[in-house]
């Protein structure tokens, strides 16, 4: 009997409530997502086709525009192939780790004020968190595939995502110190309070190391050394075919996503616009869910500078990967934190 | 039962039963992958006790940085050879009725404990501030000299690593 009045109650309604409506949010943002996903890669192809002086796709649909769906099917329908001495289980659980650890960092992100599917006093500090689980499914995908292409992409990778890790933590804590806060929600209203609305003036430096370990982070050119093609075949995702290799895509470029939309909130000021463009034109602020356009706008920029920068700049070697990583951005993160410090106190 | 309950009920089991499979798995990077599952369980335990700053840096320090080097040299083991290894020693009873009795000795004072005194942090006070704020407040006034104490003895650590594995110069004439 006690069940059944804890049922009729009003608080389990309430909760009952609640769960659905953050259901039907995670429905929203990963659906959404994964739209962007799929023309993420047909921008990507036609950007960098335009920037070689070639169309891009152009068969399937106006512009190619239904190219990514063809896709799609493709690897869905394509044999599910498995080495013969893979670690099985460790095979099919990486893809997954990489796609969840980058699905999941989406739950902590302010799209518009007052949108976001978890709001979490500690959502930068999960960030962080899920995309070092991310490397495990690249390290993991390496070993249990039991072929040396992939191993030593594997290893590469761990190398490279552990050493950049390190500079993205102390890159991002210029901003928690001038925001005062970890809570992703409360570092865009924190920015809206500075003349120019956005952290990227004063954390110049800091951006700086963002971007470039951002980058090495989604194991994008010029850092692609875990996957570089002429040397690895794929690298770890060589012994992945069908529709486990398209997870690896996918969790690709969702993580690229997750650190655009990093850039957007912490450097770039969220879905806010700078206060001197609000007083020139004040009625942008009435044109609703206008927080969302502005977000977007801001988020397709960052990509298209992941595609601009695979487009113009060769590889590292893995080497100067490493030095660039360890010399240049760990010391230039301390510096800045050290000089985002000194002004604080004496502001 | 409350719902608190029923969630502590099940992280300590996942807890316990995966702990478990970490030692008795033949292959290292099982084990490693179950480890890595209950360090996810135990972050969420410091989330019961609402420490969301340490729950967040059990991720990232132990799962995200020490337990990929755990993985590193295991794949620089001769693993095959590990697999097919006796994975007991004969003694192993003789091992596990002194672990037993240790742990019986354990559970003993576990029924003389007592509640302490309530400090200054209560759970409503750091909801009210933030856990990140409150740890950070504590940490640089009340334990300031150990606080950098501790961070001056990782740094000899550090130190001490780079200075042992630099490689040594050759003597002339070698």
């Given at each position: 009997m006690k069940i059944f009045e804890f049922i009729m109650s009003e608080g389990f309604f309430d909760m009952f409530l609640d769960i659905v409506i953050i259901i039907i949010k995670i429905a929203v943002v990963v659906g959404v997502a994964m739209l962007h996903v799929m023309y993420a890669t047909w921008a990507e192809r036609k950007s960098i086709g335009r920037m070689q002086v070639r169309m891009g796709p152009?068969?399937?649909?106006?512009?190619?525009?239904l190219q990514p769906i063809a896709d799609g099917v493709k690897l869905f329908f394509k044999e599910d192939i498995i080495p013969a001495n893979a670690d099985k289980p460790v095979f099919y659980v990486s893809p997954v780790i990489i796609m969840m650890s980058t699905l999941v960092s989406l739950s902590v992100i302010p799209f518009f004020d007052g949108f976001v599917v978890a709001n979490i006093n500690i959502g930068l500090l999960f960030i962080l968190a899920m995309s070092s689980i991310g490397a495990y499914g690249i390290v993991l995908a390496g070993w249990s595939s039991n072929s040396k292409y992939p191993f030593l992409g594997g290893l590469r990778a761990s190398a490279q995502v552990i050493s950049y890790e390190v500079a993205m933590g102390l890159s991002l804590v210029g901003v928690m110190i001038m925001a005062g806060s970890l809570n992703l929600q409360d570092i865009v209203k924190a920015q809206a309070a500075y003349p120019t609305g956005m952290y990227v003036v004063p954390q110049i430096i800091a951006f700086f190391v963002f971007v470039v370990s951002a980058l090495a982070e989604t194991n994008r050119t010029p850092f692609d050394m875990p996957e570089a093609e002429n040397e690895l075949v794929a690298g770890y995702f060589t012994e992945y075919s069908g529709i486990r290799f398209a997870l690896f895509f996918l969790g690709e470029y969702v993580g690229m996503i997750v650190m655009a939309c990093m850039a957007v909130v912490c450097f770039l000021g969220g879905w806010t616009l700078p206060p001197f463009i609000v007083k020139i034109v004040p009625f942008v602020e009435s044109v609703p869910f206008i927080g969302l356009f502005i977000f977007l706008a801001k988020l397709y920029v960052c990509i298209f500078f992941y595609y601009w920068i695979r487009a113009t700049v060769p590889r590292y070697r893995y080497d100067q990967v490493m030095a660039l990583g360890w010399k240049l951005l760990i010391p230039l993160a301390l510096l800045n934190i050290l000089i985002t410090g000194v002004i604080k106190i004496l502001a | 039962m409350t719902l608190n309950q029923v969630f502590f009920g099940y992280f300590a089991f996942v807890i316990v039963l995966t702990s478990l499979l970490v030692v008795t798995r033949k292959n290292p990077v099982h084990s490693v992958l179950w480890m890595l599952i209950m360090f996810f369980h135990v972050a969420a335990l410091y989330l019961f006790l609402n420490a969301e700053f340490i729950a967040a840096i059990q991720i990232i320090v132990y799962a995200g940085a020490i337990l990929v080097l755990y993985v590193f040299v295991i794949f620089l083991l001769n693993l095959k050879q590990e697999i097919g290894d006796e994975q007991r020693v004969g003694e192993w009873p003789v091992g596990l009725a002194i672990a037993l009795s240790i742990g019986l000795l354990m559970l003993i004072p576990m029924a003389g404990i007592k509640v302490g005194m309530m400090g200054k942090w209560g759970v409503k006070a750091i909801e009210d501030e933030t856990h990140t704020v409150a740890l950070g407040k504590v940490l640089y006034t009340d334990y300031l000299l150990p606080f950098e104490l501790a961070s001056l003895i990782l740094l000899v650590a550090i130190v001490g690593a780079v200075v042992l594995s630099k490689k040594k110069k050759k003597v002339e004439g070698q």
């Open positions: 152009m068969e399937v649909g106006f512009h190619g525009l | -």
